[in-house]
């Protein structure tokens, strides 16, 4: 979970390299913030003392991957990424919460 996120980080910041000067302090900053988000909030989670912690954590991570889709969807819509690869970033960020979600589960009901 934290690898597949960390990647998908890795690409984002290589996409959003791309995006028009203006937007440095907009909406590539938003998506490089949430993208980034996801992994170190796993990270810190799993360094927390047990699984409440660990949860609230997970679902800060699943947060962002929640609003990292509607950004990748808006730079789409503005022209600032190809189809192709905000499909593929996309999926990326769906997987994630695939992940996610039922492991946020498993750990509340373990409460």
């Keep these: 979970m934290w690898e597949k996120s960390h990647q998908l980080t890795l690409a984002l910041y290589r996409l959003t390299a791309g995006f028009p000067r203006e937007e440095q302090f907009g909406l590539t900053s938003q998506i490089r913030r949430a993208a980034a988000s996801i992994p170190m909030n796993i990270a810190e989670g799993c360094g927390r003392q047990g699984d409440i912690e660990l949860a609230r954590f997970m679902q800060i991570a699943l947060g962002s991957a929640s609003e990292l889709e509607y950004q990748l969807l808006l730079a789409c819509d503005l022209g600032y990424i190809e189809q192709s ?27």
Excluded: C, G, N, S
């Design 85 to 111: 690869d905000y499909d593929e970033a996309a999926h990326q960020v769906v997987e994630v919460k695939r992940m996610l979600a039922p492991f946020i589960k498993r750990l509340r009901a373990t409460r």
